[in-house]
């Protein structure tokens, strides 16, 4: 069967091509004098951040496999393309918080810095349940229930709300050229990811329109999860005296905002 090379998928694949870029190319000689001139508190929210990204992102490069698996034996060749493509950048991302943390912090990170300590369970229990869930179960129930997950809740809702307070950080602070240059490229990635979330879940919808009610039930479940995951990144910090001068409230309104953006692009098709 030839590939449909208009579809969203092979259309989205294609793009990543021109749009390809290697962490080993990204100037970091400014950071670490950056990161000395912090607070300790800046510090320690700054390294929270990336961390929590860092833990993301290999958590979703860990669990995405299934979902490939899933696509072949649904003979959706071209998602099945897209998905390999998109394993390989979810690891360059993985690669890119790898070196930052490395390489602009004065110590070793996990030694001389301390690992932050996250309470969260959607990488460790939650996520890897939905994923591998489809190497035993075929139903669109399960493959829809793994995308509302990945796609729709970790990339386009978690990730786009935490990426607001790296531009925070960035514009206040006039530090970290480099970590804004990745960050800046990782979110781009990341833009072709939600689409093709968007464009799953739409066609699972459109197949099967039993699900309408289950993709409801997610988003009030996940409407939940994001006024709770906030106060991870958050965590320790008090309101009125967050470093960078970053806001509780609006961070935890930016996942609200985020959702209902996601839901009404799957249900409305807006872009």
Not at 50 to 68: D, K, M, N
């Amino acid at each position: 069967m030839p590939f449909d090379h208009d579809s969203l998928p092979m259309r989205l694949f294609t793009a990543s091509h021109g749009r390809a870029w290697s962490p080993g190319d990204i100037d970091f000689s400014q950071e670490r004098s950056d990161w000395l001139a912090l607070t300790d508190d800046e510090r320690r929210l700054l390294v929270r951040l990336v961390a929590g990204f860092r833990l993301g992102e290999r958590g979703v490069t860990h669990e995405l496999a299934p979902l490939q698996i899933r696509l072949r034996h649904a003979r959706w060749i071209e998602e099945q393309v897209f998905v390999a493509a998109q394993m390989y950048e979810e690891a360059r991302h993985v690669q890119f918080f790898e070196r930052w943390l490395v390489e602009a912090l004065p110590g070793r990170f996990g030694v001389d810095i301390p690992y932050p300590d996250f309470h969260g369970d959607i990488f460790s229990a939650r996520l890897p349940l939905a994923m591998r869930t489809l190497l035993h179960d075929d139903s669109p129930e399960a493959l829809f229930r793994a995308v509302m997950l990945y796609h729709f809740y970790v990339e386009g809702v978690s990730a786009e709300a935490g990426y607001t307070l790296y531009h925070a950080i960035f514009e206040r602070s006039g530090r970290f050229p480099g970590l804004e240059r990745g960050i800046r490229l990782i979110q781009r990635d990341e833009q072709r990811h939600i689409a093709f979330g968007v464009h799953m879940l739409r066609r699972l919808l459109a197949e099967h329109h039993d699900l309408a009610g289950v993709f409801e039930d997610q988003v009030a479940v996940m409407r939940r999860f994001a006024e709770a995951d906030p106060d991870e990144v958050l965590a320790g910090f008090q309101p009125r005296n967050t470093p960078f001068g970053l806001e509780h409230g609006s961070y935890r309104q930016s996942y609200l905002d985020k959702l209902e953006a996601m839901r009404r692009r799957v249900v409305d098709r807006s872009p």
